[in-house]
C-alpha cells in the first residue's frame, strides 16, 4: 500500500509541476461561496486550511449533483491545483465542472480503492501545491477520518472539501469535527422565468442550502433561486461557450487520465 501511494504521489507531482499553474495563494483567508447572503453568515466564506462537509437532500441525496456543482463553484476561486479523489470510482461531470467555472486544465481526477482511500486523501492534502482536495466518499463519515483529514489540511493549509454521497444523513449527527457542515438540495419550491423560445413561463426548481453545523456555532439555511444567477454557476442552463462544447471523444479522453491508486 505505502508504495502505491509513493507512486500515485509521484504522478500527481508530475502532473501539477506539467500544469505550471500560479503557486495556491494564502492571501485571503476564505473562499467565497458566491452568494452574498452566505458569505456573509460565514464572515467572508467557508475558512481554507480546513475542511467542509457536503451531503445531497431528497432526490438529489445519492447522486449529489448539486453539492459536487456547489464544490465546484467555489473551486473556481482557488489558485493552484484541485485534486478530486473519488472512493472505487468516480462519478464526476465534466460538464457540470466546466459550466461551474472550474478550469478542467487545474482539476487532476483520481480514483483510490476503499482500503487506500483515507491515507491518500491524507497524504495528498499536505502535498505542496495543492490548493483543494475533494474527498468525494460513498461511505457515511467517522470521527477518525474527519479528525485525521482536519489534521492534514491544517499542516499543509489546503482545504479539504468532504463530499459524501450517502443516504445516511437523516438528520445532523451529534458531532461534528469539520469547519461546517453542509447539505443541499432540491427545495420544494419553484420559481417561473420567461421561456425565450416559446414565450411562456417555466418552472425552474430552486435550491435548498442548509448550514448544519459551524464550528463557531450556529445553524442556517437558505433557499436559493437560480433564475438570480443568470452568469452564476447555480444557473441550472448557463450560456454556452465554445469551451464548453467539447465532444464526447475528448471528454472520454480526459476521463481516462485520470490516475487510480
Known amino acids: 500500500m505505502a508504495s502505491s501511494h509513493s507512486d500515485t504521489l509521484d504522478l500527481l507531482r508530475?502532473?501539477?509541476?506539467?500544469?505550471?499553474?500560479?503557486?495556491?495563494?494564502?492571501?485571503?483567508?476564505?473562499?467565497?461561496?458566491g452568494v452574498a447572503e452566505i458569505d456573509a453568515r460565514?464572515?467572508?466564506?467557508?475558512e481554507k486550511g480546513t475542511v467542509h462537509e457536503f451531503f445531497g437532500a431528497g432526490s438529489d441525496r445519492q447522486v449529489s449533483a448539486k453539492p459536487a456543482r456547489f464544490v465546484a463553484a467555489v473551486l473556481v476561486r482557488t489558485t493552484g491545483a484541485v485534486i478530486w479523489i473519488g472512493e472505487e470510482t468516480l462519478d464526476l461531470c465534466v460538464a457540470g465542472v466546466e459550466q461551474a467555472g472550474l478550469n478542467p486544465g487545474r482539476l487532476i481526477c483520481v480514483t483510490a480503492t476503499q482500503a487506500s482511500f483515507v491515507d491518500l486523501c491524507e497524504a495528498v492534502l499536505?502535498?505542496?501545491?495543492?490548493?483543494?482536495?475533494?474527498?468525494d466518499s460513498?461511505?457515511?463519515?467517522?470521527?477518525?477520518t474527519t479528525r485525521r483529514l482536519q489534521r492534514a489540511a491544517h499542516e499543509?493549509?489546503?482545504?479539504g472539501f468532504l463530499l459524501y454521497r450517502s443516504a445516511f444523513l437523516a438528520g445532523c449527527p451529534s458531532h461534528c469535527l469539520s469547519a461546517t457542515r453542509w447539505k443541499i438540495g432540491p427545495s420544494t419550491s419553484?420559481?417561473?422565468?420567461?421561456?425565450?423560445?416559446?414565450?411562456?413561463?417555466?418552472?425552474?426548481?430552486?435550491?435548498?442550502i442548509e448550514m448544519l453545523c459551524h464550528h463557531h456555532g450556529g445553524v442556517a439555511g437558505w433557499v436559493i433561486?437560480?433564475?438570480?444567477?443568470?452568469?452564476?454557476?447555480?444557473?441550472?442552463s448557463p450560456e454556452e461557450s465554445p469551451q464548453h462544447a467539447r465532444d464526447d471523444r475528448e471528454r472520454r479522453s480526459w476521463w481516462r487520465s485520470a490516475l487510480r491508486a
Request: positive net charge.
Open 126 to 135: 499536505r502535498e505542496p501545491g495543492v490548493a483543494a482536495v475533494v474527498v
Open 138 to 144: 460513498r461511505t457515511a463519515p467517522d470521527l477518525g
Open 14 to 33: 508530475d502532473r501539477i509541476a506539467r500544469m505550471n499553474l500560479s503557486p495556491a495563494s494564502s492571501i485571503t483567508q476564505r473562499l467565497s461561496t
Open 190 to 208: 419553484f420559481s417561473l422565468r420567461d421561456n425565450p423560445v416559446g414565450g411562456a413561463y417555466a418552472a425552474e426548481e430552486r435550491w435548498s
Open 156 to 159: 499543509r493549509g489546503a482545504t
Open 225 to 236: 433561486d437560480p433564475a438570480r444567477y443568470e452568469r452564476h454557476p447555480f444557473s441550472v
Open 42 to 46: 460565514l464572515g467572508g466564506g467557508l
